[in-house]
């Protein structure tokens, strides 16, 4: 069975410029997990989809951040205008979403973003 | 306010020998907790999981430890092996039913090396 597949996995832009991030989850997973993980730190939850619904996007900064998945199965994590301090892995999780249920998460390999 | 710590960034254990990561959390309203392995330019991998209606979960060489009283986690590994070297993350989910539900908050990881 696949596992949690994004893309790219290494990305290198200029501040200012706008990026984009692709996630595709494993097969049936119904909830959608974005996560930012920063040098030395655990990761930290950004938004979480269950289908197309964004049910928790508390963490995700708005001004400049954005996220879509528009038919409930991939999604796009973008980022415009992007900032130096935007530097780090981006992590696309995705879970069963069983309701009621407390579930495992399962991670893709993650992409690294660099802002010059 | 970190609800999640692993106050040991790093430990060396030799090869053969027991490994225990600890993990302490602050939220009484976490219920799951998981243990998670990360190579370097990988994703975080699942390893373990403990409701908080069990004290114990083994799983092979794995085995996770839950005190609630104590508000304490610890994952050991026995026998450990150099392939073991990774950095460990801990994580806790709140109980099913909340706005938090869903949420994974991570420790900050603990880096085991296992000399041969």
């Known amino acids: 069975e696949a596992g949690v597949v994004q893309s790219p996995r290494y990305k290198i832009i200029e501040k200012k410029q706008p990026v984009a991030f692709w996630c595709n989850p494993i097969?049936?997973?119904?909830?959608l997990y974005w996560y930012l993980q920063n040098l030395g730190q655990g990761p930290e939850l950004l938004i979480r989809?269950?289908?197309?619904?964004?049910?928790?996007d508390s963490q995700l900064p708005k001004d400049r951040f954005s996220a879509e998945r528009l038919k409930g199965v991939d999604s796009t994590l973008k980022i415009q205008p992007a900032e130096l301090g935007d530097s780090a892995v981006y992590l696309c999780?995705?879970?069963?979403?069983?309701?009621?249920?407390?579930?495992?998460?399962?991670f893709g390999p993650g992409t690294r973003l660099l802002v010059l | 306010d970190q609800q999640v710590k692993q106050n040991s960034p790093s430990l060396s254990v030799q090869e053969g020998r027991i490994s225990i990561l600890n993990c302490d959390y602050t939220?009484?309203?976490?219920?799951?907790f998981l243990w998670y392995k990360k190579y370097p330019a990988e994703g975080p991998t699942f390893l373990i999981s403990?409701?908080?209606?069990?004290d114990k979960n083994e799983d092979g060489r794995f085995t996770v430890f839950l005190n609630k009283s104590a508000k304490h986690l610890s994952l050991h590994i026995v026998p450990s092996q150099p392939g073991d070297s990774a950095v460990y993350f801990c994580?806790?989910?709140?109980?099913?039913?909340?706005?938090?539900?869903?949420?994974?908050?991570f420790g900050q990881g603990t880096i085991l090396t296992v000399h041969p």
């Open positions: 999780a995705s879970s069963p979403g069983l309701a009621g249920a407390q579930e495992t998460q399962y």
């Open positions: 097969s049936g997973h119904n909830t």
């Open positions: 989809y269950e289908n197309e619904e964004a049910v928790d």
């Open positions: 939220n009484s309203m976490f219920d799951y």
């Open positions: 403990i409701s908080s209606i069990k």
């Open positions: 994580a806790a989910s709140p109980r099913a039913g909340g706005t938090s539900y869903g949420k994974l908050t």
